[in-house]
C-alpha cells in the first residue's frame, strides 16, 4: 500500500517568509504524488501534481514541490507567504484511482 | 461547471436516526469518491464507483453505511442508524477516467453532526 508521513502537524511562519511542509512517502514503485489544500470550511483542492515528467514541480499561489527518490519526500514550498496561505495542507499519494491522504499540516500565518 | 454538489452542507441529528449525505460529480465523470474526515482519523477514503458500479468499499466502517450511485448524475451515502461517532465532514469527489495524475474535483463536503 502506498502512504505518506507528513512531518509536522502545525507550521507557523511570518508573512513575507518562506513556507517549507515535509512529506515523505512510502511506496513500492514510482508514485503519484499530489498536494492539496484546505481553507477553513472550504473542500479540498489540488495545488500540485508529480506526473514523473519532472523531479520540480510548480504549482497554483506561487508553490512549488520537488521529488526526490532518494530521500523518498516530496517537500512543498513557497519562497515568500501571504495571510491568505494559511490553511492545512495534505500530502497526497494515489492508490490507483483512490487517494490516500496524510494527516495534514496546519499552517499559520503570522503578520 | 458548477463542480461536485453536496447535500445537506449542515446536518444535525440524534443518535438513532438515519442520515442521508447526496452528491451531484462533474457532469462527464465517470468515477465518484466518499471519503470522510475527522480529527481522530484524518482524511479517510469511505467506497468509490465507477461507471455506478461499486468498485471498493473496504473503508466504509460498517454496515451500518451504505451508497449508492443510481445514475451517473447522483450518489447517496446513508447511514443507519447514527451515532455521534459518526459526527465528521464528508466529502464527495469525482474525476474521470485516465491517466493516475488526472484531478480529483472535491465537493464543499457535508458536515455531520450526530447527538
Redesign the interface.
Known amino acids: 500500500a502506498q502512504s505518506v508521513t507528513q512531518l509536522d502537524s502545525h507550521v507557523s511562519v511570518s508573512e513575507g517568509t518562506p513556507v517549507l511542509l515535509r512529506c515523505n512517502y512510502s511506496s513500492s514503485y514510482s508514485p ?1 504524488l ?1 498536494w ?1 489544500v484546505q481553507h477553513p470550511n ?5 495545488l500540485l ?3 514523473s515528467a519532472a523531479t520540480l514541480v510548480k504549482g497554483i499561489n506561487g508553490f512549488e514541490a520537488e521529488f526526490k527518490k532518494s530521500e523518498t519526500s516530496f517537500h512543498l514550498t513557497k519562497p515568500s507567504a501571504h495571510m491568505s496561505d494559511a490553511a492545512e495542507y ?1 500530502c497526497v499519494v ?1 492508490e ?9 499540516t496546519s499552517l499559520l500565518v503570522t503578520p | 461547471d458548477a463542480g461536485v454538489i453536496q447535500s445537506p452542507r449542515h446536518e444535525v441529528t440524534e443518535m438513532g436516526q438515519e442520515v442521508t449525505l447526496r452528491c451531484k460529480p462533474i457532469s462527464g465523470h465517470d468515477y465518484l469518491f466518499w471519503y470522510r474526515q475527522t480529527m481522530m482519523r484524518g482524511l479517510e477514503l469511505l467506497i468509490y464507483f465507477n461507471n455506478n458500479v461499486p468498485i471498493d468499499d473496504s473503508g466504509m466502517p460498517e454496515d451500518r453505511f451504505s451508497a449508492k450511485m443510481p445514475n451517473a448524475s447522483f450518489s447517496t451515502l446513508k447511514i443507519q442508524p447514527s451515532e455521534p461517532r459518526d459526527s465528521a465532514v464528508y466529502f464527495c469527489a469525482s474525476r474521470v477516467s485516465g491517466i493516475i495524475t488526472d484531478t480529483q474535483y472535491f465537493g464543499p463536503g457535508t458536515r455531520l453532526t450526530v447527538l
Open positions: 503519484s499530489f492539496y472550504k473542500g479540498l483542492q489540488l501534481k508529480y506526473t495534505f494515489s490507483g484511482y483512490a487517494l490516500n491522504f496524510g494527516k495534514g
